[in-house]
């Protein structure tokens, strides 16, 4: 008679083709997960790139921008430039009624 079972050797060959294909399904959801976790960190990476550029250029940009300090100086210029209109207009508005007053 034969020494060896064959039926016990099916078997262990069926159960070891389950636990493989359970192992490879275990391996590729796992690496499933990790591509999709590398692919949103490389989003991630693409979207920090990009709004430290945007941040660069508003900082470069807001570098040429007037200070409180050249706002305040524009200010007195623009009340003293108003003084002298002021000033300007109360002539002619004397000369003004001068010449009406004249003739």
């Not at 960190?41 to 409180?68: F, G, M, Q």
Request: charged share 30%.
């Amino acid at each position: 008679m034969d020494k060896y079972d064959y039926n016990a050797l099916k078997f262990y060959l069926d159960m070891a083709q389950w636990v493989a294909t359970l192992l490879l399904g275990v391996f590729m959801w796992v690496d499933k997960r990790r591509r999709d976790n590398t692919s949103g960190i490389d989003k991630l990476n693409s979207n920090h790139v990009s709004l430290e550029r945007r941040v660069v250029t508003v900082e470069e940009h807001l570098r040429h921008a007037p200070t409180h300090e050249d706002i305040a100086a524009l200010r007195e210029q623009n009340a003293a430039l108003q003084s002298k209109l002021d000033r300007v207009t109360n002539t002619l508005d004397r000369i003004h009624d001068y010449l009406m007053n004249k003739g």
